[in-house]
């Protein structure tokens, strides 16, 4: 998925003539911390909420903050995990998007990254979830996808982070079905340390537990 794929139009522009007060009304009325500033197609940053709430007189125009926009933009032929990142670092809940040409495109916003980001983790697919722990030496794709299809089931989604205190790798596995039991079992007589897992045998167990406990709790 592309950046330009993710384009939402109907975020507002300011012009550097744009009152403080009208860039204040448009950044709470579409609920962003963020609004782009364009003159002639050519994007000149980010206004933020802070900003304008530090200027004295709502009247001024936005032209006097131009100093503290904020430079950040992403190209339209990119993977949208570039616009993400950037969301990240630069803490908007807009990313504008510009053309080959340097001309602004439009923004992304937060909630439309993180809709796709749902989709390219595969969320919205039902599974089992999987987490391991280990050294990076022992991490194979080959044979972690090996123990899951051994057990009539796939990896949907594979994501890794390390831990940068200890140097380990967490891989987090999604699984094609919520009976895991077996794979978790496979995982562990393979000497994988597996730190968490969730599926149909978690949610019966605890579905199992708290009716016990209500059961103890009426003297039943």
């Known amino acids: 998925m592309l950046t330009k ?3 939402n139009h109907n ?3 300011l012009q550097l003539q744009d009152s403080v007060g009208k860039a204040l009304q448009l950044i709470n009325d579409f609920k962003i911390s963020h609004l ?3 003159a002639e197609k050519k994007l000149l940053g980010l206004i933020s909420e802070d900003d304008l709430l530090d200027v004295e ?3 001024y125009t936005i032209e006097v903050l131009q100093d503290s926009f904020l430079q950040t933009a992403v190209p339209d032929n990119v993977h949208f995990l570039n616009a993400v990142s950037s969301s990240i670092q630069h803490d908007t809940s807009i990313v504008p998007i510009i053309n080959s040409e340097t001309n602004f495109e439009g923004v992304i916003t937060v909630t439309d990254m993180l809709k796709t980001l749902g989709n390219f983790s595969g969320a919205d697919e039902i599974g089992g979830i999987i987490v391991l722990e280990m050294a990076r030496s022992q991490f194979a794709i080959s ?3 090996r123990i899951v299809e051994s057990n009539d089931s796939t990896v949907l989604h594979l994501n890794t982070t390390t831990n940068h205190t200890t140097g380990l790798l967490t891989v987090t596995l999604h699984i094609s079905k919520k009976e895991i039991a077996s794979i978790v079992a496979t995982f562990e007589r393979y000497d994988y340390d597996v730190v968490y897992s969730y599926g149909t045998e978690k949610f019966e167990n605890e579905v ?3 009716y016990q406990n209500l059961m103890n709790y009426l003297g039943i």
Do not use: A, Y
Request: glycine share 6%; hydrophobic share 35%; no cysteine.
């Open 5 to 7: 794929n993710l384009i």
């Open 36 to 38: 782009p500033v364009v």
């Open 57 to 59: 007189d709502e009247k």
């Open 143 to 145: 044979e972690i996808s």
């Open 11 to 13: 975020i507002p522009r």
């Open 208 to 210: 199992s537990g708290n």
